[in-house]
């Protein structure tokens, strides 16, 4: 499996940013989907998923902030950011995962957002 992550940048306190993950080399449809991040000295952490149901999750740090979708046909996963903090500042990277008899854990490449003040 193939992730490749995109649209990170630099952007203002109070901006907006559009993260995609765009997936091959698998059936997308089946693997939970998520964005972590991981800022400098810091572990990483989940920022919100979206399961194979289309159920989402996120971290309390962005709930009401970032969106999570996806779209199976185009095997895509976005992460819509916006009300911008500094402490958004992080490496993000997409992340697929399932679990069937054994783990499937794939990581993309990461995208940096710097959330200037």
């Known amino acids: 499996v193939q992730l490749q992550a995109s649209g990170g940048g630099l952007m203002q306190a109070g901006g907006s940013l559009r993260l995609s993950c765009a997936a091959s080399?698998?059936?997308?449809?089946?693997?939970?989907m998520g964005w972590y991040r991981q800022a400098p000295g810091k572990q990483r952490e989940l920022v919100a998923i979206?399961?194979?149901?289309?159920?989402?999750n996120y971290a309390d740090s962005v709930k009401g902030r970032f969106t999570i979708s996806r779209d199976n046909g185009k095997d895509t996963v976005s992460l819509q950011m916006n009300s911008l903090k500094p402490e958004d500042t992080a490496v993000y990277y997409c992340?697929?995962?399932?679990?069937?008899?054994?783990?499937?854990?794939?990581w993309g490449q990461g995208t940096q957002v710097t959330v200037s003040s």
């Open positions: 992340n697929a995962y399932r679990v069937a008899g054994r783990i499937y854990d794939y």
């Open positions: 080399g698998t059936m997308f449809s089946i693997f939970d």
């Open positions: 979206v399961t194979s149901s289309g159920i989402t």
